[in-house]
T-cell receptor, first 116, second 108 residues
């Protein structure tokens, strides 16, 4: 099992450009998440999904959109990148136990994005 | 909104020394998790504590959940360079709420 994979690993964008980050998991997990990590601020939840075809906003959703068309994939889009979106982005997934959230999150290796 | 404070923010010690890092909140945790994140990688779960006063051990790491469930500590005995990383605590509500982490460097 590859676990959670993210592409690309690094990206540099100019202000106003758009891009999509791809997250894939091969563990058949129901839940998937996108976080950003900035120095001194810990992980902040951008969007999450509790199943195929469903998405919801997290703590810092502005400027981002997501889609989960397939259970194993969770896409994060930046329509018009801004320097404030320079960050490391992590995708995570988690599973259910008896229909309830298991709490344990499995993380991908991250995407380092710089917006100039 | 629950806020998690981790202390210290940064700790650099010699191999073989002992250390303790802390995670505190102004409100009660339902449950708490500790993760370790190595440079260039995502966080990896170390332990989940659920019951006030609970103590869990993972080799040289000892995790304690405060009796009032508003604080937790991680103690490392005889630290090794492989323990280097960012240690994050996360409180479990309907989602995880994360502390900013303690960056730990163990020098050989």
């Amino acid at each position: 099992n590859a676990g959670v994979t993210q592409t690309p690993k690094f990206r540099v964008l100019k202000t106003g450009q758009s891009m999509t980050l791809l997250c894939a998991q091969d563990m058949n997990h129901e839940y998937m998440y996108w976080y950003r990590q900035d120095p001194g601020m810990g992980l902040r939840l951008i969007h999450y999904s509790v199943g195929e075809g469903t998405t919801a906003k997290g703590e810092v959703p502005d400027g981002y959109n997501v889609s989960r068309l397939k259970k194993q994939n969770f896409l994060l889009g930046l329509e018009s990148a801004a320097p404030s979106q320079t960050s490391v982005y992590f995708c995570a997934s988690s599973y259910e136990i008896s229909g309830e959230w298991s709490y344990e999150q499995y993380f991908g290796p991250g995407t380092r994005l710089t917006v100039t | 909104t629950q806020l998690l404070e981790q202390s210290p923010q940064f700790l650099s010690i010699q191999e073989g020394e002992n250390l303790t890092v802390y995670c505190n909140s102004s409100s009660v945790f339902s449950s708490l998790q500790w993760y370790r994140q190595e440079p260039g990688e995502g966080p990896v779960l170390l332990v989940t504590v659920v019951t006030g006063g609970e103590v869990k051990k993972l080799k040289r790491l000892t995790f304690q959940f405060g009796d009032a469930r508003k604080d937790s500590s991680l103690h490392i005995t005889a630290a090794q360079p492989g323990d280097t990383g960012l240690y994050l605590c996360a409180s479990i509500n309907y989602q995880l709420i994360w502390g900013a982490g303690t960056k730990l460097i163990i020098k050989p």
